[in-house]
């Protein structure tokens, strides 16, 4: 049965992007048949991620009525995964222009553009199911109470609530789960707490052209870090689940450009946690 997942924060820069992404990428490479899809409208950024060329046709046309599901999938497994996979990944974008993103957002005012544009995109995951054979759905959002977050909320059978553990984020998340959650959970949308970039590991990766490094440093197990008890109240008080608690690793933090360190890195204790993740979605019935 396909499995739509959304990642979501209240502040922006917990790391969806990058779950999402390496998520995907290890689904994929595990041989399932996985539909990344951009949702953060606002503020697009997985084309620039897998470095792609713009497509044919957005998400945005999609959602306009305007294009195909065919239109929209671009197959990127040939460039991100090594030969022998037998899974398949597929990346949808969004228009990051700026007509275009003026064009969602004025039209989602209209009450008679909300309803089509909320249609389209449930006939968006129903066609991804039925005619694409999709095992996987993963949505990036944008931060915040926005509309098409609060869309690709409506259309998951999980919620990965993403939060880095600051003030603001458990103060945003609360509010978050009163006020929009829990209408979810009540139609039976699994939502989860996910806390990334949590404080407790710090390491530099073995560098395959650094000889020093790359024969004195080993990863550490790094997967430890200890439940904050601010995360156990927080659970407690909005009734949801810890899915995952993920480090913050300087590596990652710090690289140029972050890209699909779990694949690169097989060892790389983020990609251990990735994994563990993938476990897990994969029993939630
Ligand atoms: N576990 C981690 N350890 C260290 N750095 C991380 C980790 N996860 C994500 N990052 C880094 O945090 C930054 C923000 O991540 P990302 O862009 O994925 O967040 P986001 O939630 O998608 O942000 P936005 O809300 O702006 O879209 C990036 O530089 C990324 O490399
Ligand atoms: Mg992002």
Known sequence: MTKCIAFHSYKGGTGKTTLATNLSVLLAKKGYRVFLLDLDVYAPSLGSYFDLKP??????????????????????????????????????LANSNKEEIYKLEGNISKQSSQMQFLRNFILLREELIMKKNADFIIIDTSPGVRYWSINALAVSDI???????????????????????????????????LLNRGAGYCTIPPDQHNPIMSSNTAYGSGSKISTSSTLLQLAEEISIDI???????????????????????????????????????????
Not at 72 to 81: A, E, G, R
Not at 162 to 188: C, Q, R, W
């Open 55 to 92: 497509p044919r046709s957005w998400i945005n046309d999609f959602l306009f009525g305007t294009a195909d599901v065919d239109d929209i999938c671009i197959d990127i497994t040939n460039k991100i995964l090594p030969d022998k996979t037998q899974g398949k990944l597929f990346v949808s």
């Open 159 to 193: 919620v990965l609530l993403t939060l880095k553990m600051g003030d603001l984020d458990v103060d945003g998340t609360k509010k978050m789960a009163n006020e929009i959650y829990g209408s979810f959970t009540k139609f039976g949308t699994m939502c989860y707490l």
């Open 243 to 285: 899915i995952s608690e993920i480090p913050c690793y300087c590596d990652i933090q710090f690289s140029q450009k972050e890209f699909l360190t779990g694949l690169k890195y097989p060892e790389h204790p983020f990609a251990n946690k990735v994994h563990t993740l993938i476990k897990k979605l994969e029993e939630n019935n």
